[in-house]
T-cell receptor, first 106, second 117 residues
Framework: GIQVEQSPPDLILQEGANSTLRCNFS?????LQWFHQNPWGQLINLFY???GTKQNGRLSATTVATERYSLLYISSSQTTDSGVYFC????????FGKGTRLHILP | EAQVTQNPRYLITVTGKKLTVTCSQN?????MSWYRQDPGLGLRQIYY???????DKGDVPEGYKVSRKEKRNFPLILESPSPNQTSLYFC????????????????FGEGSRLTVL
């Protein structure tokens, strides 16, 4: 089956810093998307991005489907950005990576 | 409000006592899925359903059953729970991810934390 690798596994940043999270897939995938799991456990869909680039405020994402990777950019990070970021993709089976745990220090 | 609703949110039970975690969505989504989340392992898919009466195994289906008799509901059944099923469970739904012209954007419920003693 498809393997999903996320990097880095952990990231600690000062408030205001920028960061890039990466997601690599072992094969081409459909329905690529990014999620944020907040400290209370809620999973929020950030981007549905099978290809191209999207932006939403301080967050943006780029997927290069031909090279089987996606990037999530967080600019001017805030403490509320803390949590775990997951990427996922697939067809009927939507497979998740193990996540990047982000901790933003005030 | 568009949402995926799971119940119960928290449950402590004992080994062997059958339980059902309900999941309901009000977005008319064809696709529904169950995941479990364990520390260090991310989210792993248990079962999914492409539409009414159509279900299939995910990566970790052992010890679980599902049914999809109605489009909006997708209950997860643990016939004889064991301690290794202690986990955080999530239900999710989307439009059909394989259907041309639709998106597979997943919407999650708030999770159900299950402890099996």
């Amino acid at each position: 089956g498809i393997q999903v690798e996320q990097s880095p596994p952990d990231l600690i940043l000062q408030e205001g810093a920028n960061s890039t999270l990466r997601c690599n897939f072992s094969d081409s995938v459909n329905n690529l998307q990014w999620f944020h799991q907040n400290p209370w456990g809620q999973l929020i869909n950030l981007f549905y991005i099978p290809s191209g680039t999207k932006q939403n405020g301080r967050l943006s994402a780029t997927t290069v489907a031909t090279e089987r990777y996606s990037l999530l950019y967080i600019s001017s990070s805030q403490t509320t950005d803390s949590g775990v970021y997951f990427c996922a993709g697939g067809d009927d089976k939507i497979i998740f990576g193990k996540g990047t745990r982000l901790h933003i220090l005030p | 409000e568009a949402q995926v609703t799971q119940n119960p949110r928290y449950l402590i039970t004992v080994t062997g006592k059958k339980l059902t975690v309900t999941c309901s969505q009000n977005m008319n989504h064809e696709y529904m899925s169950w995941y479990r989340q364990d520390p260090g392992l991310g989210l792993r898919q248990i079962y999914y359903s492409m539409n009414v009466e159509v279900t299939d195994k995910g990566d970790v289906p052992e010890g679980y059953k599902v049914s999809r008799k109605e489009k909006r509901n997708f209950p997860l059944i643990l016939e004889s729970p064991s301690p290794n099923q202690t986990s955080l469970y999530f239900c999710a739904s989307s439009m059909s991810p394989g259907l041309a012209g639709s998106t597979g954007e997943l919407f999650f419920g708030e999770g159900s934390r299950l402890t099996v003693l």
